[in-house]
């Protein structure tokens, strides 16, 4: 039988990113997130950009608590269920606070909100030049709902694409890249996608992957588990 918990935790992840041009406030630097999941490509990813991320970049630090407060407050008096979260993006080697947003209905929801946080004491970052696309690492709070299915293994129960593996061990963003191109070398599916996390569990903190692929079987996610510790044990 499947053993369900909620717990809390991040993901971090690279993506291409770049500047929302409309639908926000003048002046204002807002990333729009245009490939959310770059490592799967067996769709037509159109119909995922589309309900994809919005990051309102901050001039300070906030707390999580205060994001979410915000969002309860917010939510409620514009009547729309916009999910926001902490985030930290690093880009062109520095490091930039803010906001990221998603499930919104349509572009013309985006400046309507980012109002709605400048009301509530979020001060927007200022406009930055930047290229068509860019490369961003993106680290973000979350809420995880999830189905033990296996041994370390686990599946999200509200969005149903996603799937998780425990790891043995931390590792940084660079070895844990040098360790995808191995495994995606040499496992009998690469099309997924993947980003490392942790999840604060029993008291600790558990590192794993995050595993985007719709209708992933157990026994891939068998495979990954078992491909990223072993190269993780040579690597890392």
Known sequence: MNQSLSITGYITKEEKVSGLKGHRMRNTFVLDVNHPFPG???????????????????????????????????????????????????????????????????????????????????????????????????????????????????????KKDMSYVLLDKYVNWEVFRQVTTSVKQNISDSSFDVAKGAFYLDNSIVDMIRIFKPGISLELLTEINEMYKKYIAKYG
């Open 40 to 158: 799967y490509f067996g769709q037509d990813m159109f119909e995922q950009s589309v309900a994809g991320s919005i990051i309102f970049l901050t001039k300070k630090q906030h707390s999580w608590e205060q994001i979410l407060r915000a969002k309860k407050r917010i939510n409620a008096y514009l009547d729309i269920d916009v999910d926001i979260t902490k985030v930290k993006v690093t880009m062109w080697n520095k490091n930039f606070h803010g906001i990221r947003a998603n499930n919104f209905q349509g572009l013309e929801y985006v400046e309507t909100y980012q109002k709605a946080l400048v009301e509530e004491g979020f001060a927007m970052a200022r406009s930055r030049s930047m290229n068509e696309e860019e490369e961003a690492l993106i680290n973000l709070k979350k809420f995880f709902f999830l189905d033990k299915v296996a041994d370390g293994v686990f599946r999200d129960v509200i």
